[in-house]
T-cell receptor, first 115, second 114 residues
């Protein structure tokens, strides 16, 4: 079946502009994660959605970052007033249910470059 | 708090030789441990996981990992490396005690030379 998809695959923007990144999880997956991958820094957790529960936003680095998940499916990560340090690859992952024993399925990522 | 360490930024091995990518962890309860692989310009792909049971876990592409509780390690191994195994490998840990947020290592770049 279809895997996790993300769009756009690449995004170049100017400092101060807002950007929206989209994630389409695997159909039926209730858990959705956003991560940021910077060169040499591994994966940095940003936000976690589980079903209809309130999202865990503990990883968002600043109030410029926000995310929503509509209808328990598609998610959008928004970065307002982008800064150069926001340049990174943003990865989305979904899993079939809650609990860390579940395997995460990752999308190909969105490479963001802020000039 | 939980943490995971991948002490090597890069591992070099000749094709046909055995490979090991190291991972150590720190959790307050029973660990759930994962290995993922990332090929260039791709997302992470699941390789294998340890939840409970046999300490030797077998996964995709001939990889295996051994859970060692006394050494708090979960090293990734393969008996005979292929050039196509060259990629970035991530170890992840979670303790399943209430946090659904996994902690990933910084990643180890595996380079297999022909």
């Amino acid at each position: 079946g279809a895997g996790v998809s993300q769009s756009p695959s690449n995004k170049v923007t100017e400092k101060g502009k807002d950007v929206e990144l989209r994630c389409d999880p695997i159909s039926g997956h209730t858990a959705l994660y956003w991560y940021r991958q910077s060169l040499g820094q591994g994966l940095e957790f940003l936000i976690y959605f589980q079903g209809n529960s309130a999202p865990d936003k503990s990883g968002l680095p600043s109030d410029r970052f926000s995310a929503e998940r509509t209808g328990g499916s598609v998610s959008t990560l928004t970065i307002q007033r982008t800064q150069q340090e926001d340049s990174a690859v943003y990865l989305c992952a979904s899993s079939s249910s809650t609990g860390f024993q579940e395997t995460q399925y990752f999308g190909p990522g969105t490479r963001l470059l802020v000039l | 708090a939980q943490s995971v360490a991948q002490p090597e930024d890069q591992v070099n091995v000749a094709e046909g030789n055995p490979l090991t990518v190291k991972c150590t962890y720190s959790v307050s309860g029973n660990p759930y441990l994962f290995w993922y692989v990332q090929y260039p310009n791709r997302g992470l792909q699941f390789l294998l996981k340890y939840i409970t049971g046999d300490n030797l876990v077998k996964g995709s592409y001939g990889f295996e990992a051994e859970f060692n509780k006394s050494q708090t390690s979960f090293h990734l191994k393969k008996p005979s490396a292929l050039v196509s195994d060259s990629a970035l490998y991530f170890c992840a840990v979670g303790y399943g005690g209430g946090s659904y947020i996994p902690t990933f290592g910084r990643g180890t770049s595996l380079i297999v030379h022909p």
